[in-house]
T-cell receptor, first 117, second 114 residues
Framework: DAGVIQSPRHEVTEMGQEVTLRCKPI?????LFWYRQTMMRGLELLIY????????DSGMPEDRFSAKMPNASFSTLKIQPSEPRDSAVYFC???????????????FGPGTRLTVL | AQTVTQSQPEMSVQEAETVTLSCTYD???????LFWYKQPPSRQMILVIR??????QNATENRFSVNFQKAAKSFSLKISDSQLGDTAMYFC???????????FGKGTKLTVNP
């Protein structure tokens, strides 16, 4: 089975440009997560969705960041305008939230390395 | 709020030997799950092992096992018969019951030497 798919794997852009990161979760999973990883701050949860609905976006750094999940098989994370401090690895993860336990293991995609010049 | 602490930024071990990575966490919940993830140089985050807090038995996955001390809020990872492919960053993580928000530690960089 295919795991979580992210594109692009690498993105280099200039300050002020719009950046869109894409994620396809594992088929059948109903929760999707966006994380950011930097040396300084480690792994941070930005936002997560359950059944395509945003549940917690308290980790989104500022209004320049937005995320959507138009259907169960696709999500985007957009940064507009981008800044050098947004340079990081962005991970998407998915899981199957089970009613009995309320959670399950999160499976991560390969990440997108973003560099903003 | 939950916190996860990994006190060993870096560790090294000789191939075929055993190494233990430390993790402590702080939560006021009784129902929570603990995880160890591995991140090799490829950057991929790979689940190594998980432990449900309500289970007293320590989880084991082949060469990987945990020492879960609930009262001490300690969750260490033991890697037996270390292999070169075990070289990676290892992250400890916790999620409380009723939530899906994983809280990660800062990671331990493990190097397995030939």
């Amino acid at each position: 089975d295919a795991g979580v798919i992210q594109s692009p794997r690498h993105e280099v852009t200039e300050m002020g440009q719009e950046v869109t990161l894409r994620c396809k979760p594992i088929s059948g999973h109903n929760s999707l997560f966006w994380y950011r990883q930097t040396m300084m701050r480690g792994l941070e949860l930005l936002i997560y969705f359950n059944n395509n609905v945003p549940i917690d976006d308290s980790g989104m750094p500022e209004d320049r960041f937005s995320a959507k999940m138009p259907n169960a098989s696709f999500s985007t994370l957009k940064i507009q305008p981008s800044e050098p401090r947004d340079s990081a690895v962005y991970f998407c993860a998915s899981s199957l939230k089970q009613e009995a336990s309320g959670r399950d293991t999160q499976y991560f995609g390969p990440g997108t390395r973003l560099t903003v010049l | 709020a939950q916190t996860v602490t990994q006190s060993q930024p870096e560790m090294s071990v000789q191939e075929a030997e055993t190494v233990t990575l430390s993790c402590t966490y702080d939560t006021s919940e009784n129902n929570y799950y603990l995880f160890w993830y591995k991140q090799p140089p490829s950057r991929q985050m790979i689940l190594v092992i998980r432990q449900e807090a309500y289970k007293q038995q320590n989880a084991t996955e082949n060469r990987f096992s945990v020492n879960f001390q609930k009262a001490a809020k300690s969750f260490s990872l033991k890697i037996s018969d270390s292999q070169l492919g075990d070289t990676a960053m290892y992250f400890c993580a916790c999620v409380r019951g009723g939530s899906e928000k994983l809280v990660f530690g800062k990671g331990t960089k493990l190097t397995v030497n030939p």
